[in-house]
């Protein structure tokens, strides 16, 4: 370079056409006066050096955009959670918009950090275009190309993010919060519906009545595993038990056979499938199966029998007819064939649902002498039983389900024995699996055990208070007691009544 300083002056002038702001890089330089008296001034720039620097500096420019490009994707992830300053910095953002862009105050993207990202790229942008204006050397023109492809591929990445990412996101934690919403919400009417008055006595009757039904308690599948679909489980059904015994019969995987049982000494060996007695039965028929004051009842398999064994040393010690009773799968529930006598224990005794050729297949309710097994006496329902889907007794009340789906079923009947009334009602509950087999009441606890295909589940069970007791409204005319009953004294099981 020659060392006229005004010579230096010229050239230094021209510089920044060819490349701002970068001096050093020119290595020689030659210059001459036309004949008009304008100095000319031939910049020599070596071919491979200013290239290289070229590439350099628009690499640095990339990273520094790729830079803002991250810091801002970081950003948008903060913003994803604190959405608190969206209102101020919407304001603030419209005012960079209106200083920077004034006239023009739509903003393209719901949320503020994607607009601010934006600007950034369209500034990327700019600075792109102004580079290939200045670059006139052609070969930065492949990398300004390339760059520019670059932040085109960033903007579209960006509305890519606004649109369907971020914002499929977002509807997703909508969604989230409205559940849980709605959950407090039902915990909230759960709680303040629950029973009013002090807590219900263990095996108290002092009630007006089944209330509501809570979600199911999932426990745990049977212990002979997925394939044994029908059974039941549950507690001693006395009202004063004097044990804290837990059962669970899975009949064969055939749905009919009853042969095994497992006693447990506690809910947690249950949970935890230990301390256990297994026993072999082999002559029970269905799920129909309850426990009351330490004996297991049940249909003897392909008779109208009924049989009681004593749990403590699995002997048989009575089998008596059911005078009347269909079997052999005659009037079964609807889906849960096999279900011809089920049993039923409850702080008013020991009871047996059934159907007879007389009753038209309607659900026939006899009282039994848990002693003698003779029937005490019997109340017939205008329920067809192959209709229902199960039943229950609690403090001498008869309550029918049906399945409303496969996901619900209802109580929507009951019949009560004290008063030979019946009436229709609309207690929901849900269920895991499609079929409830055995379904027993354990009025210690006042909880319905049930058995879901195979899976052992619970409900709380929530009863009216003596005052909100529903208005009897009888159906039709109650069909009170029948031939077959006997007159008996008002018996009450020991611990009935306990305040
Ligand atoms: C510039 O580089 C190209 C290709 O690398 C070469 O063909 C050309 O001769 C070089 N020109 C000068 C002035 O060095
Ligand atoms: C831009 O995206 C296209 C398509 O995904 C891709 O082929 C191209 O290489 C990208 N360009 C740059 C500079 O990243
Ligand atoms: C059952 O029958 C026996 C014999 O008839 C009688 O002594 C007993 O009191 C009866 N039990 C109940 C609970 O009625």
């Not at 993207?109 to 580079?131: C, K, T």
């Not at 001693?236 to 044990?243: I, L, Q, R, V």
């Not at 056979?257 to 007695?277: G, P, T």
Request: proline residues 5%; aromatic residues 10%; contains cysteine.
């Amino acid at each position: 370079m020659q060392s006229d300083p005004t010579l230096l002056a010229s050239f230094l002038l021209l510089l920044p056409l060819v490349l701002p702001g970068q001096p050093q890089l020119v290595r020689s330089a030659l210059n001459s006066m036309d004949g008009s008296g304008t100095f000319q001034c031939v910049v020599h720039l070596p071919n491979n050096s200013i290239f290289l620097q070229q590439l350099e500096q628009l690499q640095t420019t990339l990273q520094d955009l790729i830079g803002k490009y991250e810091q801002q994707l970081s950003r948008v992830k903060e913003y994803a959670h604190t959405t608190e300053d969206q209102d101020s910095q919407t304001l603030e953002l419209s005012h960079m918009l209106e200083s920077r862009n004034p006239g023009v105050t739509v903003s393209q993207f719901d949320n503020p950090a994607f607009n601010l990202l934006h600007l950034e790229l369209e500034g990327a942008q700019e600075l792109v275009s102004q580079l290939q204006a200045k670059a006139g050397v052609s070969g930065a023109m492949e990398l300004i190309r390339q760059l520019r492809n670059q932040v085109t591929n960033a903007s579209l990445a960006l509305k890519l993010l606004a649109d369907s990412d971020y914002r499929s996101f977002q509807e997703e934690v909508d969604i989230l919060e409205s559940r849980l919403s709605e959950c407090e919400r039902e915990k909230e009417q759960e709680q303040s519906s629950t029973y009013p008055g002090p807590p219900l006595a263990p095996g108290s009757c002092t009630h007006g009545g089944l209330q509501k039904v809570s979600r199911p308690l999932v426990l745990k599948l049977n212990w002979r595993g997925l394939q044994y679909k029908a059974g039941a489980w549950g507690r001693d059904s006395a009202p004063n038990p004097s044990s804290s015994l837990y059962w669970v019969s899975p009949l064969r995987a055939d749905g009919r056979y009853f042969d095994y049982y497992r006693l447990h000494k506690s809910y947690d060996d249950l949970v935890l499938l230990k301390h256990y007695e297994q026993w072999k039965m082999g002559y029970g028929d269905g799920s129909g199966n309850t426990v009351y004051k330490n004996f297991m009842y049940f249909n003897y398999y392909g008779t109208r029998d009924i049989a009681k064994v004593d749990l403590s040393s699995n002997t048989l010690v009575l089998r008596r007819s059911l005078p009347g009773a269909t079997y052999n799968n005659r009037f079964s529930y609807a889906a849960v064939p096999w279900t011809t006598l089920d049993f039923a224990g409850d702080e008013k005794g020991l009871w047996v649902l059934y159907a007879t050729e007389e009753s038209k297949g309607n659900l026939v309710i006899s009282r039994l002498n848990d002693s003698t097994l003779e029937v005490e006496q019997t109340w017939y329902t205008s329920q067809y039983k192959p209709a229902l889907s199960g039943a229950f007794m609690a403090c001498g009340v008869l309550y029918a389900l049906r399945s409303l789906s496969t996901r619900q079923e209802e109580i929507f009947y009951a019949y009560d024995t004290t008063t030979s009334q019946e009436h229709h009602l609309s207690i929901r509950l849900d269920k895991m699996l499609e079929t409830l087999h055995g379904i027993n009441y354990c009025p210690w606890d006042h909880k319905l055990y049930v058995y879901n295909d195979g899976f052992l589940i619970n409900y709380d069970l929530t009863f009216l208070t003596l005052q909100e007791k529903l208005p009897s409204s009888p159906i039709k005319k109650p069909s009170g007691a029948s031939a077959l009953s006997k007159p008996i004294k008002p018996t009450s099981p020991p611990g009935q009544e306990t305040p």
